[in-house]
């Protein structure tokens, strides 16, 4: 009992213990509203109760926790595949930024921005207000830093230009095409019907189809941009980093579109 009484606690300490707590917060962060958040507070409170029996001197104890924790962590990565992936993207695609960042300020002339007119802004506005004026069901993904080749694979190549006489007919509801995803880089269709990941967000809004929980499912995963078009209502949203923006007007809608093609 003496010898806590006289723990020593230094700055190494303090920052170890604030650097674990970042952890932790950053994995709630991306559990949160799903499925796994439970799972995630049980294995929480289980390490919880290792440490503090550990800390205690209850050796058998300990030693029956800490085997279970030990053969837990496969189990762990299997239950959190998706969710260690997002956590791994976070952590790459912000030091990423950071870098860029970096080199932008040394090096203004090498790392300029695109323009805006690389968007092709004016044409990607006739074709969503085609789609939303005809209640033409549609999922746009534009194509960032990712190159989402897993969910290109999983729907019919193309590589043509984009056009809103091409995207009208990919969607029209009588063509093979029409179901899934169209996967847009630059100025280019890489591919239509691609099958997305479907959000497992335990609050999502119940009143929104599989259309939208794909949407924000692919945007949780990667860095990419998804346009929708509400079959039943024409109207238009769009989802970026999981979020998704609802019931905007086409003007609202190029707005976010630029401002977040162009997020660093």
Known sequence: MQSLLFIHIGW???????????????????????AAINI???????????????????????QILGQFIGVGMIALIIVFQQEIRRFLLFIGTTGLQKRFRFLRKVFPNLFRRRAASSLHIEELRQIISELSDSRTGAILILLRKSELKLYVNTGVLLNARVSPQLISSIFYRNSPLHDGAVIIRNHTIIAARCVLPISEKADFPENLGLRHRAAVGVTEHSDALALIVSEQTGQMSLAYQGKMHLNLDVHQMMNLTQRFMQDD
């Open 12 to 34: 190494m300490d303090i920052l170890d213990v604030l650097l674990v707590g970042i952890l932790i917060y950053q994995l709630y962060q991306l559990v949160k509203g799903t």
């Open 40 to 62: 995630f507070f049980g294995i929480l409170s289980v390490y919880v109760v290792y440490l503090i029996v550990d800390a205690m001197g209850m050796k058998l104890l300990s």
